[in-house]
């Protein structure tokens, strides 16, 4: 499981199909070393699972890495905060922007984008990876809710 630097194990099988289909992804763009290096990515839903995976995969090539998340406060069951994560990403060699976001809320992302770009020159890739649930159909679902 080393192979092209997957080091981290998750029991959830989703969440280590999509990181191992991201490191060859990334493994496809060029050197492992050079792919990501000084790219800013803004990832949705990165204080835990897949997302956070993703950003930890990401700083490991030296990313500036943009964690948009809803988590502040520890969840009794659920370890992680955009602040932990954060941390984590430092930690593999990242440069972190941790950002309140409720995906739902146009403001919280408009300044989240903005405070990427005034911190880091600009957005690279998105990983769009949070979700958000309305349960109706899609005729009677919102535009605000269908971002």
Do not use: W
């Not at 969440?15 to 070393?33: E, I, M, W």
């Not at 839903?45 to 406060?73: E, F, H, P, W």
């Not at 976001?101 to 770009?117: C, I, K, P, T, Y």
């Amino acid at each position: 499981m080393s192979k092209k630097g997957f080091t981290r194990i998750d029991t959830n099988r989703k969440t280590l199909q999509v990181y191992r289909y991201f490191v060859d992804l990334v493994s496809t763009v060029g050197s492992s070393k050079m792919a990501l290096a000084g790219k800013t990515i803004f990832i949705t839903g990165a204080s835990r699972g897949i997302g956070k995976a993703i950003a930890l995969r990401a700083a490991k090539d030296g990313a500036n890495v943009v964690i948009a998340a809803k988590t502040t406060a520890p969840h009794p069951k659920l370890p992680g905060t955009i602040y932990t994560a954060a941390q984590e990403v430092e930690a593999a060699g990242g440069k972190c922007l941790p950002c309140v976001v409720d995906v739902r809320d146009e403001d919280q992302v408009l300044n989240a984008v903005n405070s990427a770009v005034d911190k880091f020159g600009g957005i690279d890739v998105l990983v769009n990876n949070a979700s958000a649930i309305h349960l109706t159909g899609t005729v009677d679902t919102p535009m605000n809710v269908m971002i």
